[in-house]
């Protein structure tokens, strides 16, 4: 499923920030945010599947975000 986020005001960013900043909230929630190529990366070489996965539109000129998006679809 893809999902166009225009605003920083949007529910689910915030949460997301909510929980980048909360370590509480994360171990509340039961999630984990990992955040850049390296994590992700290594996050499914480890076996995981994430619940969600969020990248910028300008992300898709990257090769490295590209084929991680590839793996995730």
């Avoid at 599947?49 to 590209?66: K, M």
Wanted: hydrophobic share 40%; proline share 3%; charged share 25%.
């Amino acid at each position: 499923m893809s999902l166009l986020i225009t605003s920083a005001k949007n529910p689910l960013i915030k949460q997301l920030r909510h929980l980048a900043t909360n370590a509480k909230a994360r171990r509340e929630a039961g999630e984990y945010i990992a955040e850049g190529t390296h994590l992700v990366a290594s996050y499914l070489a480890a076996g995981g599947t994430p619940i969600r996965y969020i990248y910028a539109e300008s992300a898709r000129d990257n090769q490295e975000i590209t084929d991680l998006i590839k793996h995730l679809d």
